[in-house]
T-cell receptor
Framework: DQQVKQNSPSLSVQEGRISILNCDYT??????FLWYKKYPAEGPTFLIS?????DKNEDGRFTVFLNKSAKHLSLHIVPSQPGDSAVYFC???????????FGTGTSLTVIP | DVKVTQSSRYLVKRTGEKVFLECVQD?????MFWYRQDPGLGLRLIYF???????EKGDIPEGYSVSREKKERFSLILESASTNQTSMYLC??????????????FGPGTRLTVT
C-alpha cells in the first residue's frame, strides 16, 4: 500500500515561473519529510526537508510547505530554471532515520 | 560532504549468474539501504541495515540477500540473476542527527542489465 503518493507523473513550466510539486501521505506518524531531485542515470540528490513541527522551510529558490491536517506537502521552485528539469521524489520518515517511504516521482520540465 | 559510492555504474550479467553490488559510505552512518528504481514505480526498498551484521527486509526482498560486515560497507547479492532484476539499483545511507533532523544520501546508482 503506497503510503506516500505523487499523483502528477509530469509537470511542464515556463522558465521564470513557479513550479509546484505535490505530495500526499497517509500515515500520520510520519514526522520528517524530504524532497529529492534525480537526473537520468544518477542517484537522487537531497534537496530540502521539513520536520513535522514546522509548516514551511525555505532554502534559496526552494520552499517546502507542510499541511499536516491535510497530510499534504508541496515543493515550490521560484523562479524555475531549465536546469531544474528532473524527476522529483518526495519521501517521508518516522523520526528514526531508518525507514523512508518514497512517492513515485514527478517529472518536471522547465521550458526555456 | 557525504559520499556514498557504488562499485559499478553499469553492469551486464547473464541469467543465473551470481551478482554482487557493493556500496561504501564515508560518513559513519548507522543505516544503509538498497533500493531499486523502475519506471512508474518509484524507489522500492529491497533491504536495509541499521547496524553491522543487522538487516531487515524491505518491500521486495525476494531474490536478493545482503551483507554488512563493516559499518561503512553494505553489499547486495543477487543469488541467481533473472531478467526481471534488470533495473537501476541505488544504495543510500542515513543518520538521525541532533535535533531530530534526518538525512539520507544516495550513491550514483548501478544500472544492471540481465540478459
Amino acid at each position: 500500500d503506497q503510503q506516500v503518493k505523487q499523483n502528477s507523473p509530469s509537470l511542464s513550466v515556463q522558465e521564470g515561473r513557479i513550479s509546484i510539486l505535490n505530495c500526499d501521505y497517509t500515515n500520520s506518524m510520519f514526522d520528517y519529510f524530504l524532497w529529492y531531485k534525480k537526473y537520468p542515470a544518477e542517484g537522487p540528490t537531497f534537496l530540502i526537508s521539513i520536520s513535522s513541527i514546522k509548516d514551511k522551510n525555505e532554502d534559496g529558490r526552494f520552499t517546502v510547505f507542510l499541511n499536516k491536517s491535510a497530510k499534504h506537502l508541496s515543493l515550490h521552485i521560484v523562479p524555475s530554471q531549465p536546469g531544474d528539469s528532473a524527476v522529483y521524489f518526495c519521501a517521508a520518515s518516522r523520526n528514526t532515520g531508518n525507514q523512508f517511504y518514497f512517492g513515485t516521482g514527478t517529472s518536471l520540465t522547465v521550458i526555456p | 560532504d557525504v559520499k556514498v559510492t557504488q562499485s559499478s555504474r553499469y553492469l551486464v550479467k547473464r541469467t543465473g549468474e551470481k551478482v554482487f553490488l557493493e556500496c561504501v559510505q564515508d560518513m559513519d552512518h548507522e543505516n544503509m539501504f538498497w533500493y531499486r528504481q523502475d519506471p512508474g514505480l518509484g524507489l522500492r526498498l529491497i533491504y536495509f541495515s541499521y547496524d553491522v551484521k543487522m538487516k531487515e527486509k524491505g518491500d521486495i526482498p525476494e531474490g536478493y540477500s545482503v551483507s554488512r560486515e563493516k559499518k561503512e560497507r553494505f553489499s547486495l547479492i543477487l543469488e541467481s540473476a533473472s531478467t526481471n532484476q534488470t533495473s537501476m539499483y541505488l544504495c543510500a545511507s542515513s543518520s538521525l542527527e541532533r535535533g531530530g533532523r534526518v538525512e539520507q544520501y544516495f550513491g550514483p546508482g548501478t544500472r544492471l542489465t540481465v540478459t
